[in-house]
T-cell receptor
Framework: GAVVSQHPSWVICKSGTSVKIECRSL??????MFWYRQFPKQSLMLMAT?????????EQGVEKDKFLINHASLTLSTLTVTSAHPEDSSFYIC??????????FGPGTRLTVT | GNSVTQMEGPVTLSEEAFLTINCTYT??????LFWYVQYPGEGLQLLLK?????DKGSNKGFEATYRKETTSFHLEKGSVQVSDSAVYFC???????????FGQGTRLTINP
């Protein structure tokens, strides 16, 4: 149980375009989901906390107009990278909070902007 | 602010060797401490946790003890296997908080 999926697992896009990444909790409902960014050989950095039905809370330094987060249902949150640039290339990971406040992580999405 | 520092990797060991991955933390309150493991191509999985001082978390032969006096949560295993090859992350969560703060991760490779 407690499986989280992400789609796509890998995406390449041209500079200036937008990309949407989906995060789904497959077998449980999650009021809260989290979006992280991971650079090569570095830690996971929390970007934002997403609560179902309300606006996301962004960490300091994260541009909310560039990284749009929508948590429209208890099983789906989306991250849209708008007007992507090469510096946005990274590994994006989501997690969903289940029972006992434990976070369950998706496998990640690798974004490459050319 | 809160932070977590892990020993730098990569770490390479032979099968059946003893493993220690060091983790120290800085926190203002009384955080919960976690070890997560990320196998190739998979998401992070919770390996073990401890919620208060002197608690010992254990799972799959791995252990870690919450040491408040040294602000440490070192991960140990007595005899590693090839299947333990993965990236290991130490993390903390402050009391009452939702968010996790991660260390930089340690890549472990076990050779047969």
């Amino acid at each position: 149980g407690a499986v989280v999926s992400q789609h796509p697992s890998w995406v390449i896009c041209k500079s200036g375009t937008s990309v949407k990444i989906e995060c789904r909790s497959l077998d449980f409902q999650a009021t809260t989901m989290f979006w992280y960014r991971q650079f090569p050989k570095q830690s996971l950095m929390l970007m934002a906390t997403s609560n179902e039905g309300s606006k996301a809370t962004y960490e300091q330094g994260v541009e909310k107009d560039k990284f749009l987060i929508n948590h429209a249902s208890l099983t789906l949150s989306t991250l849209t990278v708008t007007s992507a640039h090469p510096e946005d290339s990274s590994f994006y990971i989501c997690s969903a909070e289940g029972d006992k406040r434990e976070q369950y992580f998706g496998p990640g999405t690798r974004l490459t902007v050319t | 602010g809160n932070s977590v520092t892990q020993m730098e990797g990569p770490v390479t060991l032979s099968e059946e060797a003893f493993l220690t991955i060091n983790c120290t933390y800085t926190a203002t309150g009384y955080p919960s401490l976690f070890w997560y493991v990320q196998y190739p191509g998979e998401g992070l999985q919770l390996l073990l946790k401890a919620t208060k001082a002197d608690d010992k978390g254990s799972n799959k032969g791995f252990e870690a003890t919450y040491r408040k006096e040294t602000t440490s949560f070192h991960l140990e295993k007595g005899s590693v296997q090839v299947s333990d090859s993965a990236v290991y992350f130490c993390a903390l969560r402050d009391q009452g908080a939702q968010k996790l703060v991660f260390g930089q991760g340690t890549r472990l490779t076990i050779n047969p």
